[in-house]
């Protein structure tokens, strides 16, 4: 597609549910990443995918957050027993660059998640 | 460890003003930095970014950004605000394969 895609956009869960978020990256991208963005903060780091390979994950807040990218393409964020810190923005975001530092990373528009 | 600090929460600015947004940066090597704008209720959009090759960077929109290692800083301008302008900007510097952001700086344009 023509941008990173993040569906859905809008999710109200509640507390102790499970969700899955997924993110289709630009076509032909090979890194991919998942960012956390609270409300009135800077996006945070969560994990990094290379193809199907996860190499980072030291992001992840805690071991209810678990992400995968199985055939190297779309990825999918889930939470398991949801609270509600969990209520933030959700980005995913690719590039085209195996470590290219000066690349151009591509954010999606995000998933807002709230829990009640 | 890489990281950014941007000084001011909030800046508002008349339409028609100069915007500036300020960005420091720490980094024990050349650092490669971005500056990225969100419009509410959406992702990032890339303004400009840093990657040693001219210090004066010029991005989208109007704004340009300068790269000055003396005062390791990489301060983001507009000559003129726009209404359009109003946004949250975030400052980023890439550490291995990830960005770390700054906390951002919410710019409000007064008509």
């Known amino acids: 597609g023509a941008g990173v895609s993040q569906s859905p956009r809008y999710k109200v869960a509640k507390r102790g549910q499970d969700v899955a978020l997924r993110c289709d990256p630009i076509?032909?991208?090979?890194?991919l990443f998942w960012y956390q963005q609270a409300l009135g903060q800077g996006p945070e780091f969560l994990t990094y995918f290379q193809n199907e390979a996860q190499l980072d994950k030291s992001g992840l807040p805690s071991d209810r957050f678990f992400a995968e990218r199985p055939e190297g393409s779309v990825s999918t964020l889930k939470i398991q027993r949801t609270q509600q810190e969990d209520s933030a923005v959700y980005l995913c975001?690719?590039?085209?660059?195996?470590?290219?530092?000066?690349?151009?990373?591509?954010f999606g528009e995000g998933s807002w998640l709230t829990v009640v | 460890a890489q990281s950014v600090t941007q000084l001011g929460s909030h800046v508002s600015v008349s339409e028609g003003a100069l915007v500036l947004l300020r960005c420091n940066y720490s980094?024990?090597?050349?650092?490669?930095l971005f500056w990225y704008v969100q419009y509410p209720n959406q992702g990032l959009q890339l303004l400009l970014k840093?990657?040693?090759?001219?210090?004066l960077v010029k991005g989208i929109n109007g704004f340009e950004a300068e790269f000055k290692k003396s005062e390791t800083s990489f301060h983001l301008t507009k000559p003129s605000a726009h209404m359009s302008d109003a946004a949250e900007y975030f400052c980023a510097v890439r550490r291995a394969e990830k960005l770390v952001f700054g906390k951002g700086t919410k710019l409000t344009v007064n008509p």
């Open positions: 076509s032909g991208h090979v890194s």
């Open positions: 975001a690719s590039s085209a660059d195996r470590g290219a530092l000066g690349n151009t990373i591509y």
């Open positions: 980094s024990s090597v050349p650092p490669y």
């Open positions: 840093y990657t040693s090759a001219a210090t």
